[in-house]
């Protein structure tokens, strides 16, 4: 596990010679088992970050506030911003490099290895705790999570609490950084998939009762929207009004915003949001798995995102998240592309 | 009344309820939520907290106001569409989330009264469940005047003591249900007062998080409109409809037409949940949006909930049931924010 | 007799070539099931996935995306594109329990009124087994 120290000495060096902004990381939070994401902007205040098992939160999603900030400013800032990233948050920066979104010279990059382990899931943590507070939370050397509490330690085998995401896991390291703390050990899951294939491998009727259940849940808060860092668009479908509406815009062009769908949180509009969002994920999720750990109803949303990764793969061979300059998957394709489906 | 009901006996009331709608919460898969029971033998109130409140039946987030359609006579005929509620009976309500009902009350209530939210209000029936142990880390309604076993909004409040329940009558409604199964009933014995009396007290001392000033909070609200705490404490908000949708006390609403065929025209009109942490919550229709950026959107809710509200109606617009706190992705807490308030300027 | 299910067929068509198949089929008078809502695109690449929920959200039994066959189109590459999200949209409905009858693609040029028939045909004998389409549309 990558030494908290060796973290806050280089996010002390950045900020001390004043190279970047702020660095995002994470401090403890007062809330619950998980910490929360920190904006340090003092040298002084590095001392707050912390570093464990426990640092789930992709913060690669807060460069679009950065961006939307930065644009409202007379005379920004043009420092970049520091940030710390792990395996799947560095390839969140890969798409939106890739997408034009950022610049290379808008981020100073701190990875973090993950090493042969990962992040914990709260849900599967706070079962083993009962309620119990974290006074400490390491991994040893032999893929165990050493949880310490007022009552002392305990052992828990990391595959027993380690999120489902890092379960999944191809790349366990930062793919692009400007330092590198940790080693870059690969840890190959045996099929990157599981999850998927079980939902795939139900009857047809299955499958349907199973999204039902699941979508009819939904309430619509757009967490899973809100935190996931390729949902940058100014304007969403699902929003109820238009963001980009100008001093030119017509009454009549506002009053023609498409309805695609409605605001009634019941299963037939629940799932055309549902469909949209993981479509226009296709080929930029990168898996941190974000949209599913904040889903108040416990939404299995993964599961779309992932099996989106996986057609992807089958049918076009495509990666997200490795590579900035390579086309994105809907902007490309091959001669060779599938069309054993088309009449 | 007080009354106190053997534990085993609890299905054969609800059974004797028959004609009521019964609601409780049930668990699936590690998450409690108020539904719709068919059999007692479902309710197991063994439940910590439900993801959302009882607000969810009385205040639907899609509620059908109204139907229209063209028709040849009239050119547009409307149909209202009142909720028509058989009596219901809402199970192991805790009392913060019934003390929020009497703050939904003041603001569906007062000079206009709206017949949606009250049709299904008065046909309602609370049972209380009083928090013997906090059913969240993150409970504080001690801070907001609220406490595990208060009343508020209640129309009767059982404690568990092990084997039987206490049962405290409160209001007509309440005796009707409890009346119904007479028999199961028994009086309470001194043990079982002294009993009570001790579980109440215990359970104030097992809530461990409060605000340390919240009489100050309003007073220096008002004096916050332009602080820079905001842009501090909203750095990390990612602008989810987390914390007010699942608050017990937020009501904001908006309202739609539903168009299912515009020729012939029919339609619904439809109330949904709205929620002040969207961005498009306060977009005019100009471009122009007044609260443009994620600090003063968290400022309305605190500011809501701790400054206007108090002036309007005398209450905080909270009552401590720690769902936003402990459902933020993100790790803003009320209770924190609230004592930096108290602080501020100091 | 109880009336024969009629499914409702939602088809998007590309202006330059499958568009002009309909037309030549419906000037050469041939035959075909009148269940198809014909809806002209600029090209197949230019339907978007909502395009297609919308469609079935509004209560389309059946959505047809067709497109001018590969090296033909309009704008050289729109119909490869439409190939690979088509691909994508059609797997994922299937995921989510869709019957897979229900939204299929085609390549029909301006000369293939005869192909174009022919598909609708099959489409509507395909659809018929499956009754209406539920799962996806909004309840009235
Ligand atoms: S976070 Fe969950 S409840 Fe909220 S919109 Fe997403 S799926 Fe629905
Ligand atoms: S959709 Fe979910 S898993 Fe994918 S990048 Fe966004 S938050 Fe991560
Ligand atoms: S503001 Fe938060 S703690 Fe207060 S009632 Fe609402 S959800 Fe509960
Ligand atoms: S114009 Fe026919 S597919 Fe592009």
Redesign the interface.
Known sequence: MVNLEDLKKEAKAVLKDEKVKYVIGYEKSSNGLMPAPAFIKKPEDVEKLIWDPTCIHNLTRFLTDEKQKKAREKQPDERPVGIIVKGCDSRALVVLLQEKFINREDVYIIGVSCESAGVVDEKKLSKKLKDKKIENIEFDEKDNIIVTTKDGKTKIPASEILAERCLECRANFPVIYDVLLGEKTKRQPENPFQSVEKIESLSEQERWDFWKEQLSKCIRCYACRSVCPMCYCDECVVDTINFAVTADTTAEEKAQKIKWLEKSPVLSENFVYHFIRAIHLAGRCIDCGECERVCPLDIPIRFLNKKLEKDAKELFDYDSGFDPDQPSLISSFRDEDPEDFIR | MEKVLAKKSFPQWVKTLSSYKIFAPIEKEDLWSYELIEKPEQINLDYLNTVLSPKKIIFPQREVYLEFFASNEEGIEVKELLPDEKPSVIFGVRPCDAKALTLTDKVFGGDFEDLYYWNRRKQTALVGLSCSTPPSPNCFCLTVDGSPFSKDGLDVLMTDLGDKYFVETLTKKGEQLVNSAKTLFKAPTEKDKKNLAKIQQDAKKKITRQVENIKKVPPQLKEMFDSPLWDEESMSCIQCGICTYLCPTCHCFDINDEIDSSSPLKGKRIRTWDNCQFPDFTMHSSGHNPRPDKASRLRQRIMHKFQYFVELYKNYQCTGCGRCISQCPVGIDIIEVLDKVSDYGA | MAEEFEPKIVAFLCKWCSSAGSDLAGVSRMEYPPNVVPITVMCSGSVS??YI??AF?KGADGVLVSGCH?GDCHYI?GN??A???I?????????????PQRF????VSAAEGVKYTQ?IK?FVQELKPLGPQK??????
């Open positions: 996935p909502l929920l919308s959200n590969p590459k490869y594109y190939r690979r999200r691909a994508l949209v059609k797997r994922l409905l299937d995921y989510f329990g869709l019957e299929q693609m085609s390549w598909i099959d799962k996806l549309r909004r309840a009235q």
